[in-house]
């Protein structure tokens, strides 16, 4: 990460951000839209850039013109971070973020303060939305479309940056399970894997993904999600279980880079000899996102839904379930990624794809009794079809030679 | 991480918040206690235990009995990770999640619900209080003390955990400073230092401290501040920055544990010859540390303002000013830690510190012309005085042989 990066993307994205929001807010008739939140509020990171601290700040839009507030020891990096004007608020309170939001406000208006119709999003804040609605006239709360949906090419660069070191992490498990030697246990009823002596369990196998992450500078945000045989079943499994040889191993990583984007990338894997169910499954799944990938090529104007219907159609002709089953795929194809991990659009939803979507392509199979597949690729949508910011392959075997991938991260 | 964990802390710890919980919504009067949010919500994730997903979820507590509405895909892990009821919310949205809290509300509550009168927290979003405000008589919002600044022993372990890991982390960046060699810039006007041939950067030591936190089960939470000379008066730099010989390196560790707690250590050191200032200062900031210390061997009882006036007595005594200041110590002498990086109590408060309060201890020095010192320690208050979960050394000179402390994480 660049000192501020402001100097790679001045002032125009930031300005094309603030222009849609005050068209946004003149569409609603409101004199100003006001936002309250702290670093972890993925809308004021995408309206301010800045990483801010974890305790309420302040953003305000009136005509255009964005004021940040942010709290006095974090000023200097609210200067680098954000495209518009900063002021110094001392108090870390929401409701005081929101009293110094009024300041601005109140000199930035050109009528009186308690005349204001004042636009909010429906996070905001209920103790900051009642010190606003206070001092002005209406707090009207609308979830209007930021456009965060449509990325940029600065974002999308940034995204095919962090699922770059996610490739990395994947390649450094995938050589993880290529090492792991099979040896009977000692309770002798199964077999287990072992990895440099002890038994490799999803929680190594996480440090060792988690490692390699941060040695390309990016976040694994707690979303190392791996899961062994039954544990695949459970979509979001970041617990410690056993790795046994012939069992479905998944690993779906989503880290963040500096700069707030996130990648997605699953792959499954089965050390050592592949059973019946594993290896139908696994080309069920593979040939679902195929099907998925299809329907993709038709770009921008492609209904969302179109691109779910085919993966889900593929697996039926495998005798796979969808929808609110217990064994099968029971969740979506895709959803929207950006700075946050999941937002719009889904592709389970009716309107069209358009170009600058983000999304995952991501088909699985769980049997909670036998295990999980999923495969998940990272595109971008454009006018003519995608562009997958994917280049990992899909083997169900781990490949001892996909480690050359980070041979740069040795010490 | 275990992977539910739930057996090494059953119901118990977890009742005594919901009962804590329930006598606060009692005192106010309150029929119920509501709360909406998300993964990143902390006073959610403490009430809940539940790491949860990325978008908003509610949580209901009627007369101590407290039920979460986990979404669908997330309720196995809800059910191994909150100590209640839980019951499964199949929509993403917050106003939906606040829908759901209703449909509990009314099941719960022995009268009709559109008499009850509901307490809920400040954070909440504000879509989620108007559309339970609709619903019910009224929505009190309160900002609660849930009990979060005294913490248990099982919350003492969790934060001595990951306070181990940081130390691990500051070991490595100490090995990476002290195996660092001067050399003189191809531009001839300063010199440099460089390790493994390239020049060193604060990111370059970032990811080397990350990676080891990575192996060590935490995550550095997007919290590694690594200054060198001027950016260190930067009191949240996570940028990039050439790490000059003399000049001083303040890392400023606070990763998260798999259970949602921090830790937090600051070191400072210099590479090469130490000059003048830069041995002062570090001097001066050592001993405000130990006088702040020496406050806080009073224990329970002890005005947490205290300890802030010793450090900053400490350090005018050499000359140091402090408050809002452009040279000096321009923050306070330390905060509470817990589910949240930043939480109460303030150690500039005027109330009495208490038994289970987890604090840092962390004067500093800055000149944004020469660079900036400052040394942390997490303590827990105790009766009789606190206990250090910190044992790291405080030298200014990095020591090759530190090392060893992270000599198990070395592939």
Redesign the interface.
């Known amino acids: 990460?660049?000192?501020?990066g402001s100097s790679a993307e001045p002032n125009r994205g930031g300005n094309a951000t603030f222009e849609r929001l005050a068209d946004a807010t003149a569409a609603t008739g409101a004199d100003a839209f006001v936002h309250v939140g702290d670093r972890?509020?993925d809308d004021l990171r995408y309206l301010t850039r800045f990483?801010g601290?974890?305790?309420d700040y302040a953003f305000v839009s009136v005509d255009g013109r964005a004021t940040l507030c942010a709290p006095r020891?974090?000023a200097?990096?609210a200067k680098?971070e954000f495209p518009g004007a900063v002021v110094p608020a001392g108090e870390s309170s929401?409701?005081s973020a929101a009293g110094r939001a009024l300041e601005v406000l109140g000199e930035r208006l050109p009528s009186p303060l308690e005349d204001a119709y004042v636009l909010?999003?429906?996070?905001?804040?209920?103790?900051?939305?009642?010190a606003i609605a206070a001092a002005v006239d209406e707090v009207a709360?609308e979830?209007i479309d930021l456009g965060r949906a449509r990325k940029t090419t600065a974002e999308r660069d940034r995204h095919a940056f962090v699922q770059r070191a996610a490739q990395r992490g994947m390649a450094r498990a995938e050589a993880v399970l290529a090492a792991a030697t099979a040896v009977t246990a000692e309770n002798d009823w199964c077999d287990e894997l072992r990895w440099r002596g002890d038994p490799l369990t999803t929680?190594r196998l996480?440090?060792?993904v988690?490692?390699?992450?941060?040695?390309?500078?990016v976040?694994?945000?707690?979303n190392t999600v791996i899961g062994a045989g039954a544990?695949c079943a459970?979509?979001?499994?970041?617990?410690?279980?056993r790795i046994g040889p012939g069992e479905t191993v998944l690993l779906d990583l989503s880290p963040r880079g500096?700069r707030g984007y996130y990648a997605d990338l699953t792959r499954t894997f089965v050390v050592g000899e592949v059973g019946e169910w594993e290896r139908r499954t696994y080309d069920a799944v593979a040939e679902a996102q195929d099907a998925a990938f299809d329907v993709l090529r038709g770009g921008a104007g492609t209904r969302a839904a179109d691109v779910h219907e085919a993966a889900t159609g593929t697996l039926a002709e495998y005798g796979f379930e969808s929808g609110d089953v217990d064994v099968g795929m029971?969740?979506g194809t895709g959803h929207g990624v950006g700075v946050?991990?999941?937002e719009a659009p889904s592709l389970s939803s009716e309107g069209p794809l358009e170009a600058g979507h983000v999304v995952t392509v991501e088909p699985g199979v769980y049997d909670p009794d036998r295990g999980g597949v999923r495969l998940e690729d990272f595109v971008v949508v454009t006018d003519d079809g995608y562009e997958n910011l994917t280049a990992y392959p899909c083997e169900i075997e781990p490949d001892p030679d996909r480690i050359e991938m980070v041979s740069d991260t040795?010490?």
């Open positions: 990460m660049s000192r501020d972890f509020d990483a601290p974890d305790r020891l974090f200097e990096q680098r929401a409701s909010a999003l429906p996070s905001m804040p209920a103790g900051a939305t009642r709360l979830p929680e996480r440090r060792e988690n490692a390699v992450l941060a040695r390309f500078g976040r694994d945000a707690g544990t459970d979509l979001h499994f970041i617990g410690e279980d500096p029971y969740h946050s991990l999941h040795s010490d």
